[in-house]
């Protein structure tokens, strides 16, 4: 399982930076307060099992998937719906409050909503409860490997 470090060494290949907070950053609410920005502006990383199959979706802290959309994405089947917390680790390498977009599993697909375009930069998680990534759309776009994707609605929770 990889860890904040291991991330912060690997981000800044890409002239990414981590910051850590001494404040818990587990879920998008906790995450903006700590960094100072809108909900909304947290890339928060979800893993779904779509018919048991794995994967991570990235969006926007103020949006929620939207199974339909998720099944037409992947062109997976079956019933959609959240892990068990050992479930989390075995897939992304990262516990529940730290699943990151960055050094995952070989083979994870990684979906970015594109509901994150509308920030010019957003914070996702560095590995851990207690970090954010300052990035931007492309950056994610480049740095994960993932595909941009329409598979969440966003509810309008401190947009701008």
Not at 28 to 42: F, L, T
Not at 122 to 139: K, L, R
Request: charged content about 20%.
């Amino acid at each position: 399982m990889p860890v904040v470090d291991e991330v912060k060494e690997w981000l800044l290949n890409w002239g990414i930076e981590v910051w850590e907070f001494a404040e818990p950053t587990p879920n998008s609410r906790a995450a903006a307060q700590a960094v100072g920005c809108s909900v909304a502006e947290i890339a928060k990383s979800i893993l779904v099992l779509v018919g048991g199959r794995p994967v991570l979706v990235v969006t926007s802290g103020d949006a929620k998937v939207k199974n339909a959309k998720l099944k037409e994405t992947t062109g997976f089947t079956g019933k959609v719906r959240l892990p068990e917390a050992e479930d989390v680790v075995r897939h992304t390498g990262y516990a529940p409050g730290g699943v990151c977009p960055f050094l995952l599993p070989k083979g994870l697909p990684v979906l970015l909503d594109s509901s994150m375009r509308r920030f010019p930069r957003v914070y996702a998680a560095a590995g851990n409860d207690h970090s954010a990534v300052p990035i931007t759309f492309e950056q994610l776009l480049e740095v994960t490997g993932g595909a941009e994707a329409d598979v969440c609605e966003v509810h309008g929770m401190n947009s701008p």
